[in-house]
Nanobody
Framework: QVQLVESGGGLVQAGGSLRLSCAASGRTFSTYAMGWFRQAPGKEREFVAHIRWNSGITYYADSVKGRYTISRDNAENTVYLQMNSLKPEDTAVYYC?????????????????WGQGTQVTVSS
């Protein structure tokens, strides 16, 4: 089992920045990758970014590429999402997820564990 706790959400004006954190505990040594997803009201949960835990290789959705950066601190078992140049359409609940699998990393079904989510609201 892996437990995930997100933090860092909040209200920010368009063009601003936020950094989300996701602290992992439990059976983290087997984690292959961690990802961030988001879900806006009335919409499906969508992939944002993932990072392969050992190699640090990252991948981003086109909608956030160049504005968001995912990183991890192996010693602290924490993954971060730095979000810059935020837009109102980035408003959503952001979820952290972890998986033992090496495939399907851009789909929610590819992840085994989820955090409770943190709200990000970007005002225009």
């Amino acid at each position: 089992q892996v437990q995930l706790v997100e933090s860092g959400g909040g209200l920010v004006q368009a063009g601003g920045s936020l950094r989300l954190s996701c602290a992992a505990s439990g059976r983290t040594f087997s984690t292959y990758a961690m990802g961030w997803f988001r879900q806006a009201p009335g919409k499906e949960r969508e992939f944002v970014a993932h990072i392969r835990w050992n190699s640090g290789i990252t991948y981003y959705a086109d909608s956030v590429k160049g504005r968001y950066t995912i990183s991890r601190d192996n010693a602290e078992n924490t993954v971060y999402l730095q979000m810059n140049s935020l837009k109102p359409e980035d408003t959503a609940v952001y979820y952290c997820a972890a998986t033992y699998r090496s495939t399907g990393l851009i789909g929610a079904r590819g992840y085994d564990y989820w955090g409770q989510g943190t709200q990000v609201t970007v005002s225009s």
